[in-house]
């Protein structure tokens, strides 16, 4: 694995760095108190090109690789994570697919509008009874000869509101079980789709949470993606490069709080001297750091493999179940560095804390990843 990055990763790193720290960083933690969707913010990471980084530029898209999108994604989720996981969301779990399995049509309609920032997506897998165990899809998409007819409710779907495709799974035919389960192309305006309530959440409270209803939709035929019963397939595959940028996004809260507690370690006074030079305090800067860059290598490792089309679903989910229990310990760590100041809003770090419970959650909880890594180390 080359470590040494090469300038255009590195000025992306920039850019993204540069963008998060004068236009996110000011109202984020407004944005975290009032629950307020990003939409200038993602409008801006659109044109920067953040949406559809890793997507052809024959699609809109910016033809990176994943390395150069997880530099970006740490940069970004650095100081806001909730913007963060909208741009995970459209890159990996909505353009990927659409690039890799769509027709060339739905590229066309969907992937360059998405792709350039356009418009953003959502990733509708989950559902009330269907979490972790994804086979157990209740949506239905009945066959109907020219068009399917969707009916369900998906749950905790991030960029509920905002998007405008909605990439949603069903279940085409019971007996076929999850070789039964399609996905398709579902547009925010077709007749019989409500977005439902948004969810009040911990954390990433910038981003919005809905539960969506589909009665009766009328979804094309064209509108599904891959051959029929690929939609289960899809699904795992996109989630394997999802976990990547969710590392990333975890790697960029740890990476935020232990700057915050490194800079204050140094500043806030305590006994006579300056509290980094108490070895308490000194030794904890030297687990968080430590913990931060395995986090880092693991994400690498797993970015390499993708962009050197070999299997990553092993590294990735190492990548993720490390990176979001560093995010959670050093979090927890930079506040207590802090001390009393770590507790309120304007030091950022309980924010970060409340952000990063999130990373061990969504993609595949840490039990999740644990049965993907252990059923390839047994296999
Ligand atoms: C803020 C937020 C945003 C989200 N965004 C999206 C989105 O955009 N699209 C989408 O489709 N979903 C989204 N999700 C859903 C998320 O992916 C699921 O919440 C997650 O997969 C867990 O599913 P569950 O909540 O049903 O928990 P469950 O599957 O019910 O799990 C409950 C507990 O049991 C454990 N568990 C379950 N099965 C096993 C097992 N076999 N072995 C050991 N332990 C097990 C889990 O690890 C967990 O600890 C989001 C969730 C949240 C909270």
């Not at 590195?10 to 540069?18: F, P, S, T, W, Y």
């Not at 984020?28 to 890793?54: N, S, T, W």
């Not at 990927?96 to 969907?110: A, H, M, N």
């Amino acid at each position: 694995m080359d470590l040494n990055f090469t300038e255009e990763q590195l000025a992306v790193k920039e850019a993204a760095r540069e963008f998060a720290e004068f236009e996110l960083l000011p109202g984020v933690i407004e944005r975290d108190e009032k629950e307020i969707f990003p939409a200038e913010q993602v409008k801006k990471m659109g044109e920067m090109g953040f949406l559809g980084m890793m997507v052809s530029p024959e699609y809109g898209g910016g033809g990176m690789d994943t390395v150069s999108y997880v530099l970006a994604m740490e940069e970004i989720c650095k100081v806001d994570a909730s913007c963060g996981v909208v741009m995970s969301v459209n890159n990996s779990l909505v353009c990927w697919g659409l690039e890799k399995y769509g027709t060339e049509e739905q590229k066309q309609k969907y992937l360059v509008p998405l792709a350039k920032g356009e418009v953003i997506g959502a990733f509708c897998l989950s559902e009330p009874e269907a979490g972790s165990d994804a086979t157990h899809q209740r949506t239905t998409a009945e066959d109907k000869g020219d068009y399917y007819l969707l009916n369900g409710t998906k749950n905790w779907i991030t960029n509920g509101n905002s998007a405008s495709i909605y990439i949603v799974y069903a279940q085409t035919d019971k007996e076929k079980r999850h070789h039964g389960i399609n996905a398709f192309i579902v547009e925010k305006d077709m007749p019989g789709f409500v977005i439902g309530k948004k969810e009040k959440k911990l954390g990433i409270r910038g981003s919005d949470t809905h539960s969506l209803m589909f009665t009766d939709v009328k979804v094309p035929k064209e509108n599904r993606i891959g051959e029929d019963g690929f939609g289960f397939k899809l699904a795992m595959g996109v989630l394997n490069g999802g976990r990547i940028g969710i590392a990333a996004q975890a790697l960029g809260i740890a990476t935020g709080a232990f700057e915050l507690a490194l800079k204050y370690s140094k500043e806030r006074k305590a006994f006579g001297v300056e509290i980094s030079k108490h070895q308490a305090i000194a030794f904890k800067l030297s687990d968080m750091a430590t913990a931060i860059e395995a986090s880092r290598l693991l994400i690498l490792q797993a970015a390499n493999l993708k962009d050197d089309k070999k299997d990553f679903t092993k590294a990735s989910a190492m990548a993720k179940l490390f990176a979001s229990q560093t995010a959670m310990d050093v979090t927890i760590e930079a506040i207590q560095i802090h001390g009393g100041y770590g507790y309120v809003q304007e030091y950022h770090v309980e924010r970060m804390m409340r952000d990063a419970k999130i990373t061990q959650i969504y993609e595949g909880t840490s039990e999740i990843q644990k049965i993907v890594i252990s059923r390839d180390l047994l296999k």
